[in-house]
C-alpha cells in the first residue's frame, strides 16, 4: 500500500513537470502572443488612420506586415524546436489547438471578400477567444483566460459598430487576449528562472 502512495505522488511529479515543461515553453512563446498582438495592432490602427486621412491602398499595410510576420514566425519557431528536447501532451495539446487557429483563420481570411469586413473580424475575436481560452486553461494561466473573455466581448461588441471601426474594435481584442496575457506570461517565466 506505501508502495502504490509513493507511486501516486510520483504520479503528481510527472505530470507537474509535464505541465511546468509546457508552461515554459509557451513563456518562451509567450513572445509569440506579444509579437502577433502588436504586430496586428499596428495593422489595424495604421490601416483605420489611413482611411481616416483618405490615404489611399492602406490596406497594403496587412499585406506587407502579415507574410513578414509568418515568416519570421516559422523562423522562430524552428529554432525554439531545435532546442526542445522533451515534448510533452500538453505541448501536443498546443500545437494542435494553434495549428487549427491558423487553419481556421486563413479560411477566415480567404473568404473575407464573400462575407465581408464585419462578419470576418467578429469571427477573428471569436477564435482569439478559443484558442487564448484553451491555451490558459491548459496552463491554468488565468490572465490568458480573461483575455479570451475580453475578445469574445468584443466579438460582442462589434456587432454594433461600423466597418471602419472593426479595425478599432480588433485591436483591443489583441490588446487584451494576446499583449498584456503574454507580456504577463513573459514575467511569470522570467521570474521563475531567477528562483
Given at each position: ?9 510520483q ?74 528536447k ?19 483563420l ?27 481560452f484553451v ?5 491554468n ?19 454594433f459598430?461600423?466597418?471602419l ?28 528562472q531567477?528562483?
Amino acid at each position: 500500500m506505501e508502495n502504490d502512495n509513493f507511486n501516486s505522488e510520483q504520479s503528481l511529479q510527472v505530470i507537474n513537470g509535464m505541465i511546468n515543461t509546457a508552461k515554459n515553453k509557451l513563456a518562451d512563446d509567450g513572445f509569440l502572443l506579444i509579437f502577433w498582438g502588436w504586430l496586428v495592432i499596428i495593422a489595424a490602427v495604421s490601416h483605420y488612420i489611413t482611411i481616416r486621412l483618405n490615404i489611399p491602398y492602406g490596406y497594403f499595410v496587412w499585406i506587407i506586415l502579415m507574410p513578414l510576420g509568418g515568416i519570421f514566425s516559422a523562423i522562430y519557431g524552428s529554432r525554439q524546436n531545435k532546442k526542445q528536447k522533451v515534448k510533452t501532451y500538453i505541448d501536443s495539446y498546443l500545437s494542435y489547438l494553434w495549428i487549427a487557429f491558423g487553419i481556421a483563420l486563413a479560411i477566415s481570411l480567404g473568404f473575407m471578400y464573400y462575407h465581408g469586413i464585419k462578419a470576418t473580424y467578429f469571427f477573428l475575436m471569436i477564435l482569439y477567444g478559443i484558442a487564448t481560452f484553451v491555451s490558459g486553461g491548459l496552463l491554468n494561466f488565468k490572465p490568458l483566460v480573461i483575455g479570451s473573455i475580453a475578445s469574445f466581448a468584443c466579438a460582442g461588441i462589434s456587432v454594433f459598430l461600423g466597418e471602419l471601426d472593426q479595425l478599432l474594435i480588433i485591436a483591443v481584442a489583441l490588446l487584451f487576449s494576446y499583449v498584456i496575457p503574454g507580456h504577463l506570461l513573459r514575467n511569470k517565466f522570467k521570474s521563475q528562472q531567477h528562483v
